[in-house]
């Protein structure tokens, strides 16, 4: 890896547009907001960023290089997406959430964390002592890191609240800390590189693990090691989304994630079916097992709360449904967990918070509880010791309560259903005609699934098995392990992954979306349950909607009836186009003079002429959403396609490079057979919604990455 290479990573770009945003920010943020934004702490992060360049690394360490600056990349971009939000409806949760995740950034370089609520810290210091660390680098040279004495540069002029102490000794630190591991390697070894007892050489086998999970590997090191056939296990620790881009570039031939929900997410329909002999079939409780991966061990998700809250929690029906109730009350509870990004707990916790009126309600009322949740939620990395306030709930995984003692807080396992971490086993395709290789693989997992080497290796993680059956040393009277724990909600599907994080990040919520409301008389009806007309109510979920959307979106509103424009069904309300400021200042302009008119519902012809037109404006790489909203009638339109002739046209209008999702959500009791199955050539669906919460509920599910 040469220095060209080094320095023309976007990391290094994404930090001078943060800087930019941040500026923006600071210039249109009001005074309350100030301390807020002052949470940013942009010069600790150019400082380290900074560190970084001046210690360049070897060329036999560029895969980690890469690693850590494609992680930095992602957690800058995401941090200039949330402040431009901010830009866009001057909500404060979107500085916040900035702060957390430059906060996330520097807890990586390992400095210390500052308090970010009752108990939250990051990381403990390292020690400054420490003979290693300071023998693998000097002071950074004079002139490229910090200012003229190599300290933190000068504070930008974006800052208002009186400076913070300087970190400047605990980042150099840091820096020293990340360079040493980049030039020792990606990985931890495990196992001899010359000859076994055997005299054979030492199969190496590349293995992407979840943190959580090396202790369970480092428990079967030894004994694959000092087998006649000889496996050495390089192991590379990496979590949540970073780590599919550790699988790619260490070529790694296993990856073991700490659930599987990341893995529906990566490649799986190149893989093939798993059982638990390996050949295809069901897992526990009948679960299939995915594609291409394979159960390793279990760790149930539970609630940490005062004894108070715990007993609040028990008067809701004591599990995920009456919780899910508490979040959405007029006393809300607050969510807190670990990153969903970065761990499987946070992302599994969340994921199983949706789930949980998931099946009953639906899926739009699931992301409107997501999204209501975000709104008061808490993200901390000692999930397992934060401190909690008398409103809320941490969603806390069994495996990191292995030392739990005491009543505070109080831990209870849900009574209604069990979260579960499915920490979960996927052979790569990376050498997989090397026998060598196919020989370690099988070796590895038997170790880790079958007889006492399994046992160890769970117990040293502190796991369940995949029967749900906890290791001895969580055994203790009057906690929750002894208690049967109710049936496991399924695995998280690609989409249910999407909306949390769209939910949660607002660079995740890249989408093109064109809205195609019905303005003919009906509309002007109040919504079920509702004294607001049909069309108002659409009019301020729009504006919601372009509220939610980052500014690399593009949105587009129709209105529709029956021959609005010669023999054209609709009319453009707003053009599609990206959401400039100007445009969602003409965007609310155009919405507010939007009216009923005395109109038919050309609604078959309107569908397709929506769906052609997404098709030729999508972008490779990003989600494009059509949504339809209407009362469901095709009438008073003489020239209009049949039920039959729309689903031939549309089947005739897909283009497979560039898909795009169409909804039709239709308001009332009508029968929607007819309609979705005309939709069905291009995945259509037709939603329908009875209440004006239904009408909320759907358009959050739209800004959380789509309705089907």
């Known amino acids: 890896m040469n220095q060209a290479e080094f320095e023309g990573h976007s990391l290094w770009s994404a930090v001078d547009e943060l800087r930019q ?102 990381p403990p210091l390292p020690d400054p002592a420490a003979p290693v660390a300071a023998a693998a680098v000097g002071p950074p040279p004079a002139g490229e890191v910090g200012g003229p004495a190599g300290g933190p540069p000068p504070r930008s002029h974006a800052r208002h609240a009186a400076p913070t102490p300087s970190h400047g000794p605990a980042l150099v630190i840091g820096i020293a800390i990340l360079v040493l591991a980049v030039a020792v390697g990606t990985f931890i070894a495990f196992g001899t590189t010359g000859d076994s007892d055997g005299g054979a050489e030492c199969t190496s086998l ?53 659930d599987a929900s990341w893995l529906e997410r990566y490649e799986a329909e ?36 005062s004894p108070a809250m715990a007993a609040r929690i028990q008067r809701a029906g004591g599990g995920w449904a009456g919780l899910a109730a508490l979040v959405e009350s007029r006393r809300p509870v607050s969510i807190v967990t670990r990153d969903p990004a970065s761990t499987g707990d946070g992302l599994v916790a969340l994921g199983g918070l949706g789930d949980a009126v998931w099946d009953s309600q639906g899926m739009d009322a699931s992301a409107l509880l997501l999204d209501t949740a975000y709104r008061t939620h808490r993200t901390a990395s000692a999930i397992a010791s934060t401190t909690l306030a008398a409103n809320q709930v941490a969603l806390v995984p069994e495996h990191l309560l292995s030392h739990h ?49 399994a046992d160890a ?15 001895a040393m969580l055994y203790a009277k009057g906690t929750w392990v002894g208690r049967k724990l109710p049936k496991s909600n399924p695995v998280l599907d690609a989409h249910k992954v999407e909306h949390v994080f769209a939910t949660w990040f607002a660079a995740d919520r890249k989408a093109d979306v064109l809205v195609v409301v019905d303005i003919s008389g009906s509309m002007a009806a109040p919504a079920p349950g509702s004294g607001t007309p049909l069309i108002g109510l659409v009019r301020q979920n729009v504006k919601h909607l372009a509220r939610k959307l980052p500014r690399a979106a593009r949105l587009g509103v129709w209105g529709f009836g029956s021959r609005l424009v010669d023999h054209r069904d609709y009319i453009v309300v707003d053009p599609f186009r990206p ?96 309609l979705q199955a005309a939709l069905r050539p291009v995945g259509g669906e037709v939603v329908t919604i009875d209440s004006a919460d239904d009408v909320v509920a759907t358009f959050i599910h739209l800004a959380a990455g789509g309705l089907h």
Not at 276 to 303: H, N, Q, W
Not at 457 to 471: G, K, S, T
Request: aromatic share 6%; charged share 25%; hydrophobic share 35%.
């Open 405 to 453: 003692r005491g009543d505070r807080p109080v831990i209870t396992a849900p009574g209604d259903r069990t979260v579960m971490m499915r920490y979960s086993w996927y052979a790569t395709d990376v050498d997989a005609s090397d026998p060598a290789i196919e020989s370690a693989r099988t070796a590895l997992l038997t170790a880790l699934t079958k007889g006492s080497s």
């Open 21 to 122: 945003v941040l500026i923006e920010a600071d210039q249109v943020a009001g005074q309350e907001q100030w301390q807020a934004l002052d949470q940013m702490r942009f010069d600790q992060l150019q400082y380290t960023i900074r560190g970084m360049r001046a210690h360049r690394p070897p060329p036999e360490a560029e895969a980690y290089a890469l690693a850590t600056m494609d992680r930095f990349h992602s957690i800058v971009t995401a941090a200039s997406a949330e402040l431009g939000a901010f830009l866009i409806d001057r909500d404060e949760l979107h500085l916040i959430n900035a702060a957390r995740l430059v906060d996330q950034a520097l807890e990586g370089m390992g400095r210390p964390g500052r308090p970010m609520g009752p108990g939250r810290t990051g």
């Open 206 to 258: 590349r293995v992407v693990t979840a943190t959580s999970y090396q202790p369970a590997l480092a428990s079967v090191a030894d004994r694959l090691a000092t087998r006649p056939d000889c496996v050495r296990l390089e192991v590379t620790t990496a979590d949540g989304r970073n780590a599919e881009t550790a699988v790619d570039k260490r070529h790694a031939h296993v990856w073991i994630t700490d």
């Open 579 to 674: 959401l400039t400021p100007k445009h969602r200042s003409s965007l609310k302009k155009e919405l507010n003079d939007l009216r009923v008119r005395d109109t038919g519902t050309g609604l078959y012809d309107t569908v397709l002429g929506a769906y052609r037109f997404a098709v030729t404006k999508a972008r490779p790489g990003v989600n494009f959403q059509v949504m339809v909203f209407t009362d469901g009638l095709n009438q008073d339109d003489r020239r209009t396609h049949s039920v039959g002739q729309l689903r031939r046209a549309l089947a005739r209008a897909a283009d497979p490079k560039a898909p795009v999702g169409l909804t039709v959500v239709q308001v009332g009791q009508r029968s929607p057979k007819k």
């Open 457 to 471: 290796a769970r117990e040293a993680a502190h796991l369940r098995d995949v029967h749900r059956q906890p290791p």
């Open 270 to 305: 190149e893989a093939e079916e798993y059982s638990e002999d390996g050949e295809g079939g069901k897992g526990v409780e009948g679960e299939s097992t995915g594609p291409g991966y394979r159960r390793l061990a279990t760790s149930p998700v539970l609630f940490a709360s």
